[in-house]
RNA sequence: GCCGCGGUGGCUCAGCUGGUAGAGCGGCUCCUUGGUAAGGAGCAGGCCGAGGGUUCAAAUCCCUCCCGCGGCUCCA
């Protein structure tokens, strides 16, 4: 081999770069872009992630990774890891370091420690800072086998990596400063990148299946500057402020006691809330052709056997003995949909038969999962069994589809799917099950909106495309389902009559558009902060008096305003009208109607509209006129 | 369900190296009738999550349970 020869590097603009070989992949980088090197903080070579410090030794493609690019993120993220368990493990030495990953969001890296306190997390933090200041490498090493055994003999789990990684090949070992961990890298060049990391916290999470030792989770999050870590950390403690757990309390929606874990208590204003989404949804409905049925809470043992629920989901539910006799609280809606369709014979003509039902259903989640509106264990769904023939199948979704964009387009709310197919505990015939999938996934392809494939994740009777939509943090919440059902319309023995004078199953379409009234509320009062839109809006005017005189004339546009349908207070005198102007702003009332002298003598009111200062005078008919005219197209800003 | 951390007037929180329960907001009463984010004064309101224990004495320390929060797992 001549140390003449000069590598030939193909580089992403499809310019080539000729470099002695053992020159850098930064080096090299920095000679074709050096104006963008600053960005640079690891690379790829031939489609594999390396080090900027890596030597070159052959020809190849190389292109830089940054920030940007996702593999880039998470070489910061991940490097953030190292940083992490190295200050830990300065903090308290006999910390055994397991993994510590880049997730969706960020990252987190478990030890096997003794439980971790806030001071702990406090000398962490502080030692991360210092290593950031002496901006210390992060420096590769391989090494054999043997060696990483003698190096980790202390850590039984890197002793577990170590005996999986490939035998004869070395491993690679990154030294950070004084702290050593196994890894496959790369990394970020030192930790002077890592000024933007923040540490969220820690949590303890449960052992593994193998029944190891519970871990503690330390996690966090990473941005390639500082600046870019104060825009987020602002993002989120806005977002705290949004809790809809507060919000509902501060706004006297819903709440919880204890008596009742998992199961709010909702308010007039709240109830409010409720009636207006179940009103928004039946409009539909009755457009759609759907309509409406109410069966049992309680069913028997029985039911369940035959719908598969006993053996899928008895964990779940909620079971009482009445006269010795075995009962459960139905945990979904489709039982009692079967049974109207048994209840007669029915013929081909009467399909697609859609049957909507919003009963209160139960199901036991665990303890440890409730979390306020978004994760509870009575709620209404807004449910609907579609009872189709195969044909019927495509043209009964595609409307889905369709409802599912206008109603998410209403609430402003940024939706996706997913497609969940089949799981290993299923019921029915593999081959119904992939062409259930395909006609799915299709339906998805030919909407044009954006989706992923969850494999195995399907219910036990069929596969669903799921909804998910983003609360104003973007984390994902699943709310809507549409669930393609072959199997429980055939246990509960349905039949039609067809065209051909046969007998057929029908198939059955379970939906829910919202999801749950709960769950969709939760997120939703996140997404809107408590400021509902008009239509929503558990108070929709408010009315002023300034003073006194003018309580009458007050009460004359509160009445006029409640013939047409809207909800509206009045605000007597006994506070100044300014406190009484900040309680409606609090309360996010969308109107404030001030009534003075000036407004009565000329016949007009005095509008403040939601989360803005000034204030116009308008004919009390105009502002009747827009506040109806707002509602009415349940506009979403005031 | 598992692990960690919490639980004090309606709400938000202080008190917690043991020694007679506090504040602000809200509520009520009185004064004030005020033009677009807090007018003033007074009053009421708490078995300090529940039950046991330690102690002369427990909101405070210990144990059990319940509920909540953050994760794990699971889900609409």
């Known amino acids: 081999m001549s140390d003449a020869a000069r590598l030939r590097v193909a580089l992403p603009d499809g310019s080539t770069l000729e470099v002695e070989p053992g020159t850098t992949a930064g080096t090299a980088l920095a000679a074709w872009q050096p104006a963008h090197a600053p960005e640079f903080l690891a690379a790829l ?112 789990y890197k002793l577990r990596y170590i005996a999986d990684a490939p035998e004869g090949e070395p491993v690679s070992i990154y030294d950070t400063g004084s702290f050593t961990d196994l890894c496959r890298g790369p990394h970020v060049p030192d930790t002077g990148w890592l000024a933007g990391i923040h540490v969220l916290g820690f949590s303890s999470i449960a052992p593994d299946s193998s029944g190891g030792p519970s871990l503690q989770r330390i996690r966090g999050i990473g941005f390639p ?227 992923k494939v969850s494999p195995g994740e399907g219910a036990f009777y069929g596969p669903k495309i799921d909804i998910h939509i983003r609360d104003s943090l973007g984390r994902p919440w699943q709310t809507g389902t549409i669930q393609l059902d072959y199997q429980i319309p055939a246990r509960f023995g349905l039949q039609y009559q067809g065209p051909d004078g046969q007998l057929h199953t029908p198939i059955v379409i379970h939906r829910t558009i919202l999801g749950t009234w709960e769950r969709f509320l939760g997120v939703f009062i996140e997404h809107c902060a408590g400021r509902f839109p008009p239509w929503l809006a558990p108070v929709q005017v408010r009315v002023l008096p300034v003073t006194e005189p003018q309580a009458e004339g007050a009460r004359g546009l509160a009445e006029e305003l409640a013939a047409v349908g809207i909800r509206v207070e009045v605000a007597g005198t006994e506070d100044s009208l300014s406190k009484r102007v900040r309680a409606a702003e609090l309360d996010r009332v969308p109107y404030v109607a001030v009534i003075g002298e000036r407004e009565v003598s000329e016949g007009t009111v005095s509008v403040r509209i939601r989360g803005t200062k000034e204030s116009r005078s308008v004919s009390r008919a105009e502002f009747l006129t827009h506040v109806v005219d707002r509602v009415r197209r349940r506009e979403f800003d005031p």
């Open 45 to 156: 070579w031939d489609g594999h992630p390396i080090d900027l410090a890596r030597s070159l030794e052959s020809d190849g493609h190389l292109a830089p990774l940054t920030f940007a690019d996702r593999q880039g993120r998470e070489i910061l993220e991940h490097s953030s890891a190292h940083l992490v368990a190295k200050g830990l493990t300065e903090t308290i030495p006999d910390a055994k370091p397991t993994h510590g990953p880049p997730t969706e969001d960020g990252f987190f890296y478990d030890f096997d420690v003794r439980p971790l306190t806030p001071e702990d997390l406090d000398s962490v933090r502080a030692r991360m800072a210092e290593a950031i200041r002496a901006r210390e490498t992060f420096r590769r090493r391989e090494v054999s086998k043997e060696e990483a055994r003698r190096i980790f003999a202390t850590n039984p």
């Open 225 to 451: 500057t500082r600046r870019e870590l104060d825009a987020y950390l602002k993002l989120r403690s806005e977002a705290e402020a949004r809790d809809h757990r507060a919000i509902g309390t501060r706004q006297d929606l819903f709440f919880f006691v204890d008596e009742a874990p998992g199961c709010p208590v909702w308010m007039p204003r709240g109830m409010v809330l409720i009636r207006e989404l179940e009103r928004y949804v039946m409009e539909h409905l009755k457009d759609a052709g759907y309509v409406e049925i109410r069966t049992p809470l309680l069913f028997a043992r029985s039911i369940y056997e035959t719908s598969g629920h006993w053996d899928h989901y008895r964990e779940n539910m909620f079971l009482s003995v009445v006269d010795d006799r075995e009962f459960g609280w139905k945990p979904m809606n489709c039982p009692g949909s079967m049974l109207v369709f048994r209840a007669r014979a029915r013929s081909y003509r009467e399909l697609p038969m859609r049957l909507a039902e919003f009963a209160p259903l139960h199901r036991n989640e665990l303890s440890g999962t409730l979390s306020g509106l978004t994760r509870v264990r009575e709620m209404v769904q807004d449910d609907a069994h579609i009872f189709v023939t195969e044909e019927q199948v495509e043209s009964e979704i595609r409307v889905l589809l369709e409802w599912i964009r206008q109603a998410f387009t209403t609430f402003r709310l940024a939706w996706s799917y997913e497609l969940s197919t089949r799981p290993e505990k299923f019921l029915g015939d593999p081959v119904q099950w992939d062409r259930a999938e395909a006609i799915l996934g299709s339906l998805l392809k030919e909407s044009g909106v954006e989706y």
